[in-house]
């Protein structure tokens, strides 16, 4: 088996967003595992997931965070097309994600970092 390798941090900037796909080669290269492989690991949890979810079931994952299936309040919406017409919306199922202690503290790393790199960044430019 072989061993478990740490995930690198990416440079936000690096890229736009991750994707299943970029989790699909990032864990086949530090595994060694065929990537179809992974592919079919990765599909079956978020499946496990989801399902869970359909079926009323909090799914909590460790240091990651919570997902709790809700049922959003009927409220009333407006046409800004219509002025003066009203209509409920009615309610309906969503997730609600609650980040869990360690994602939470790194992106308020995160969330310091930027604000550093936008107090130099408006520095720079009022020093110009």
Known sequence: MPAIVRWH???LWSMGKLTKRDIVVAISNQTGMVQHQVFDIVQRTLDKITDSLANNVPVELRNFGIFQPRL???RVGRNPNQPGS???IPSRATVKFKAGK???Q???KLSRE???AEAK???T???K
Do not use: D, H, Q
């Open 114 to 116: 930027l604000k550093e």
């Open 125 to 127: 430019v009022n020093s």
């Open 72 to 74: 959003t309040k009927p």
């Open 9 to 11: 941090t990416i440079p």
């Open 106 to 108: 790194r992106v308020e």
């Open 102 to 104: 360690v994602m939470r």
């Open 86 to 88: 009203s209509f409920v």
């Open 121 to 123: 960044k408006t520095t």
